[in-house]
């Protein structure tokens, strides 16, 4: 049974920075890609980061590239979202996700129906 559970969320001004992590138990998180998400309120869910199994390939959204940094550590079942100069549009719940595919899908990874499993979710809020 896939568990994830997201934390490190919080409030921060503009252009400040945070570290989300997501703690992963009940399965081999080293043989599942991994992602981050997230959903303001009124707006779908946005593919923001993915990560391969391995963690050599990574993939960005357009809204987050050169400003959100994915990682993931195998022998502590963590993913990681490293987020600096954030703006108020980033505020929004953040989700952890999983997928038991080794690599990404090309082209499809920021759809919600590729990843299979979920956290609860964290806020992230950023003010002026």
């Known amino acids: 049974q896939v568990h994830l559970v997201e934390s490190g969320g919080g409030s921060v001004q503009t252009g400040g920075s945070l570290r989300l992590s997501c703690a992963a138990s009940g399965y081999t998180f080293s043989t599942y890609s991994m992602a981050w998400f997230r959903q303001a309120p009124g707006k779908e869910r946005e593919g923001i980061a993915a990560?391969?199994?391995?963690?050599?390939?990574?993939a960005y959204g357009d809204s987050t590239q050169g400003r959100f940094i994915i990682s993931r550590d195998n022998a502590k079942n963590t993913l990681y979202l490293q987020m600096d100069s954030l703006q108020p549009e980033d505020t929004a719940v953040y989700y952890c996700a999983s997928s038991p595919r080794r690599l990404l899908p090309p082209g499809t990874w920021r759809r919600s129906n590729e990843w299979s499993d979920w956290g609860q979710g964290t806020q992230v809020s950023v003010s002026t």
């Open positions: 990560v391969s199994a391995s963690g050599e390939t990574t």
